[in-house]
């Protein structure tokens, strides 16, 4: 028996089954200041622990995405090791919040399994689950993968397709975001005069600035969540390979774009949930990333006067300034450029 | 009203105004550990808890520069979006160690604007000062910076110079270093056998070795400073810009330098002032710094009898040894290849 | 007399001195965290502080690789500075856990010395001690280098080469690991189900994956470990050098491997002893390094029933997969593409 991992096939799942993923990992400030250094995010709720704790947080919280980040991470070795394509996300829920010195921990449960049609492949349905060592979830979320069948031979199961939901309900988020006192969030320090009450449905920001992605950068930052899909690590077959070069992370691009949506976000400090997100088009080192986004709905949270909830469509694009916010075309297509199409609710301050 | 952020022009400064920053970023023994990273820095005190402690420090204080980049990049959004250059540095004041959980903010005054005889750029002098949640100024410099006017057309305004010192007196320098138990210093452990009185004013010092900059170190440490300068990180835009690169933070220039320089100042552990400073030629990716220093004035700190002060020409260049201490040419131009030329002082053990 | 370290020669060393080299340096969380994101490994023990400590670990303890760059790093401007080759290692061992906040100095003694037949170099041999604070000696090895005489004029001193042994005895390894508390050892965190038992002596494992370097990967990493050897940050000499590019610390490629042997030896928490390493060919950026494993031996530790070790050969290769399990050709040459061949014993639990 190989002591190496060979990974998880199709027939290796089956719906219900329970997986406990290697390695947990103790987050601590550090894992903040190398977030910031690699992708340059600005809001005060993760990078000051005064203002953080003026507003009722412990602490500077980790960034919601470098939360994901490591236990999406985790999945990885049981779940996507053979996967053909990462097909969507779901129902991704912020669930308490995570602080230095927490340690780290995924399980994944398989909710769904389906054969393709052509019979060398399937798709499988993975709820993922974040917790810390005292057992608090901190986040949880679905996503759905492509993965190769061992033997094409082998028969194919009885569907089992879970529903999922199209948009999280707002009201169910927000319970990693403690009471604000509102006295304290500083415009100034947070870099935004923009409050909830300024932002409406139908409103499109394009968020400036780019930001070019190195090699070395993204292979850092991904190995900082401990993520081991090969293909973002190894030239020497990559380079044989379909695009000849590495491919980054989709995560590192959603992260990028969050960064970048400071400009014109800046009071925009937690998110509540991901209720969808496509990578619509590849990333490559040399690459520069744009962003713009877009309100798609506002949002009242039950007994909460301090905060209102934003639903936003964040795009990213390379190498294309967002000016004309590129989207799709007529056809129904996305545009040359688009990146990812990623569709999530956010807190603000009212 | 757009909510991203279009800087400010020439027109939007009055003399008087306070200007309070965005982000406060509670820094850590990682930033000092990525600072280390980036720049390969050996100063003791900013090394070790155990070596600072011994000679009167609570622990490890941040490294000085990496306090000025953090205040500086806070200043970058409200100041120097529309810049043109940044024309020079002075009076720089470090007040108080900075250690590892203080929480940095910045707030810039500004103290002088002058539109240029072209009509359609002007200098604004201002001066920043970085404190800690507490309210201790840790840091404050002026500098001055070309922005452009919103409107070539808008009137000049009555022209302000603040008067400036060409450099600082000594003696209101070095409270932010405790007076050391100097019986604890090691020469063997920081690294070098000479102090204070082993300098003298005229000494030139080659720092011989050279260090290689890539696009990720200067893009991770800019990030850091959380410095959002555009040129600095988009080459989709600096491709067919003047150079056709991305232009690396001057700061990153001084930190290097600063770096080489433990080699003939290992000793010289604490920066007080920055008298002046100018960056005399753009430094890219691929370009390879050294550096070279000339002991400009030696003194005395009054009350103090444990350190001296030394004042400094730190000069870098790229792909050009200093064996032969490059400068300017008989035309009084800086000659090829010299990148900064930054005039300071800083504290050495007796 | 320069201020600037010349580095010492052949000439400078004498058999029994003792030099206590710069810089002591406090190690963090962030070294773990950094150390994590430019190697991607992922031992459980070394990631979290809640696993490590139901073992009988205090908390995590820092990388055993990291612990020996930092302090070989402290060592670099004393010995090695003017070495033509780092000739081999040997009787390394770890003597006690290192954790977050311990300060680490190092000293070296010179324990041997020895003039080439051409006069113009020699090889001296070094037991350097990395320790803490309060004196705990945590790590010590011998290293030989082959340095430069100042002067090829000057005589030959009496040739004293020091006994070193072949391979280390397990039973007087292993202080460095607590007792542990087997109950809590969990496969699935951990991330491998095969435990001391199931590994034999003459096994080879492939380690699959590959990783490929850039240069501001292993420059950041160099530096974090205060290595300033000047081949690995000088483009603008080593261009016009042996090789046209930086060379990268030896010290880089074997925590590669390491990270890389995780698959298939995901429960080998504990590296113990280095008997002895070959840096058979160059690593440049670009270049992708793989790995394979052999169980040289296996062996009990007395009066400890909770783990076993294993002595292992680590080979890595770089652009060249493993799966035939590269080493020597028939002339007893090393196969091309074999970049180091490492034999270290470390700890698996039972």
């Known amino acids: 028996m190989s002591k190496t991992n060979p990974g998880n096939f199709f027939e290796d799942f089956h719906v219900g089954q329970v997986i406990r993923h290697a390695t947990p990992r103790t987050v601590t400030s550090s894992d903040a200041t190398l977030y910031t250094a690699l992708y340059g995010s600005r809001f005060a709720v993760q990078s000051s622990d ?13 960034d919601d995405l470098l939360v994901f980040h490591i236990v999406f991470g985790k999945t990885v070795p049981d779940i996507s090791l053979n996967a053909v394509a990462n097909l969507g996300y779901a129902g991704g829920r912020f669930l308490a919040p995570v602080y230095p010195g927490d340690t780290l921990s995924a399980v994944s449960e398989i909710i769904g399994k389906k054969e393709n049609s052509n019979g060398t492949t399937g798709v499988v349905y993975v709820r993922s689950t974040g917790y810390t060592a005292d057992g608090t979830e901190v986040l949880d979320y679905v ?3 492509m993965v190769n069948k061992r033997d094409a031979a082998s028969p194919a199961p009885d569907p089992v ?6 948009a999280l309900d707002p009201l169910v988020l927000g319970n990693a975001a403690p009471l604000l006192d509102l006295e304290n969030w500083d415009n100034d320090l947070a870099g935004s005069p923009f409050r909830f009450d300024h932002y409406a449905k139908g409103e499109k920001i394009d968020h ?12 850092i930052a991904t190995r900082l969540y401990q993520n081991t899909a090969k293909v973002h690590f190894n030239q020497h077959t990559e380079g044989k390979g379909r695009f000849g070069k590495r491919l980054i992370y989709g995560g590192h691009v959603i992260s990028i774009a969050r960064a970048l949506s400071f400009n014109g976000l800046g009071n925009l400090f937690h998110i509540t949930g991901i209720n969808g997100g496509k990578h619509v088009a590849p990333l490559f080192a040399g690459d520069t990333v744009y962003a713009w986004s877009e309100v798609l ?20 694009t390379k190498n294309r300034p967002c000016a004309d916010f590129p989207m799709k ?22």
Chains 1, 2, 3 share one sequence.
């Open 50 to 62: 005064d203002f953080a704790h003026s507003l009722g947080y412990d602490r500077a919280p980790l």
């Open 143 to 145: 996503r759905w993968v």
């Open 161 to 166: 397709v879970p529903e999922l939901p199209a």
């Open 329 to 350: 075309s007529a056809d129904g297509k996305y545009e040359d450029g688009v990146l990812l199409d990623f569709d999530y609710w956010a807190l603000m301050p009212k």
């Open 208 to 219: 400036v600035d780019g930001m070019t992605v190195e090699e070395a950068e993204h292979q």
């Open 297 to 316: 709905a506002t949002a009242d949270l039950e007994g909460r006067t301090d905060v209102g909830a934003l639903r936003l469509r964040l795009v990213a």
